[in-house]
């Protein structure tokens, strides 16, 4: 029944997406694949960097797959690999895509830099590129993913909410992501703005490989070095990272707003009972859509104009066609309307006897 749900949300926001986003006006990318013509019976390689986080494997891989079959009534063949976290397990996976000649590849890059040299050998190749949810640097043919500064503007505007007067009373904890993530520098740089000069930022960590544990030592570390009673509030860049975090501060007894990002059911049980302020939601049917739209018009040597409106400059290629898919703050208030209304979860998956008096409270019924 979710990937049915998924499947209506990311039809019905089909028609939108290529509205999404912003333009970066330089440069010269092309929307047409070299490759031959092909007809259904392509093969996709599909690439993500990690299974710590539980959106990977539970809805952009799904998702992935079933619109890749759709396109192609039934004759698409994914060809899966998950990199663990390992940008150099990556290089080889593409190596192997490219040894076996998919038709095109669709790579969520562990690290956007390392993965250079493994586009550059599939644009040999002959085999199209489709960057997804991190922008890759290399000959990339095309790019799908979130606007990643408006989804850090997002978390530091509904942090300065959550802290109202109190903004300046004390410090914040910033707790980034990875460095190796360039998604991670966009949030970064999107909370600062709305951030710097309404708050005091205490101590900043970009934390290695995005890891709740490596998240929560350096909670630990900055309790220690802040004290517990100057705290007033916390920047997560996601809501795993968000899961260390407040284990730190709830072993130190500090309550304070804590934002996220994904949208993960533990973060929602986390928001419902207050120990976390907000998630930002993405939605992955629309994003798995257009990855899967582009990768099937890519392999099939189509345009790509009619999916993807936009244009994005990476290091090394100017003017990608992209999609951008818009993201909303994800509070208690709106949890019906959000994750539960697009299919995501259902109440009883959020509502657990852990969580019913909370999910009462708040009328989640």
Same mark, same amino acid.
């Given at each position: ?296 018009? $890519? ?5 790509? !104009?009619? =999916?993807? #409106? @936009?244009? %994005?400059?990476?290091? /090394?290629?100017?003017?990608? *066609? ?7 703050? $994800? ?5 019906? !309307?959000? =994750?539960? #209304? @697009?299919? %995501?979860?259902?109440? /009883?998956?959020?509502?657990? *006897? ?12």
């Amino acid at each position: 029944m979710r990937r049915a749900a998924f499947a209506v949300a990311a039809g019905a926001m089909a028609v939108s997406l290529a509205a999404c986003g912003s333009a970066k006006e330089s440069g010269g990318g092309s929307s047409k694949s070299s490759s031959p013509k092909k007809g259904d019976a392509i093969k996709v390689g599909l690439l993500l960097p990690e299974n710590q986080t539980a959106r990977y494997e539970k809805f952009d891989r799904p998702l992935i797959e079933k619109k890749v079959k759709e396109l192609t009534n039934g004759k698409g063949q994914i060809v899966y690999a998950n990199a663990k976290q390992d940008a150099s397990l990556q290089n080889q996976q593409v190596d192997t895509m490219v040894t076996n000649k998919v038709d095109v590849l669709i790579v969520d890059a562990v690290d956007a830099a390392a993965i250079k040299n493994s586009v550059q050998k599939a644009k040999d190749a002959g085999i199209p590129v489709v960057a997804y949810d991190r922008l890759a640097q290399g000959p990339i043919d095309a790019y799908t993913s979130f606007d990643n500064e408006t989804v850090g503007k997002t978390q530091g505007e509904a942090l300065l909410k959550a802290l109202g007067s109190k903004a300046k009373s004390g410090k914040i904890v910033m707790m980034n992501g990875s460095s190796t993530d360039p998604n991670a520098a966009q949030f970064k740089k999107g909370a600062h703005e709305v951030l710097d000069g309404k708050v005091n930022v205490g101590k900043e960590y970009d934390t290695k490989e995005w890891k709740p544990e490596n998240a929560n030592s350096n909670m630990e570390g900055a309790i220690s070095a802040l004290g517990k009673k100057n705290i007033v509030g916390v920047y997560s860049a996601n809501d795993g990272m968000a899961g260390g975090i407040i284990t730190a501060l709830k072993q130190a007894g500090i309550k304070v707003p804590v934002t996220g990002q994904d949208a993960e059911l533990a973060g929602v049980q986390r928001i419902v009972t207050g120990d976390q302020y907000m998630s930002v939601y993405k939605p992955y049917a629309p994003e798995a859509a257009a990855a899967a739209e582009m990768a099937v018009d $890519l392999a099939q040597g189509k345009s790509l !104009d009619s =999916v993807a #409106k @936009d244009k %994005v400059d990476s290091p /090394t290629t100017k003017q990608v *066609p992209s999609v951008l898919v818009p993201v909303t703050a $994800l509070t208690k208030d709106n949890i019906k !309307d959000t =994750v539960i #209304k @697009d299919g %995501v979860y259902t109440v /009883t998956d959020i509502c657990t *006897p852990q969580y019913k008096a909370a999910c009462d409270k708040i009328g989640l019924k």
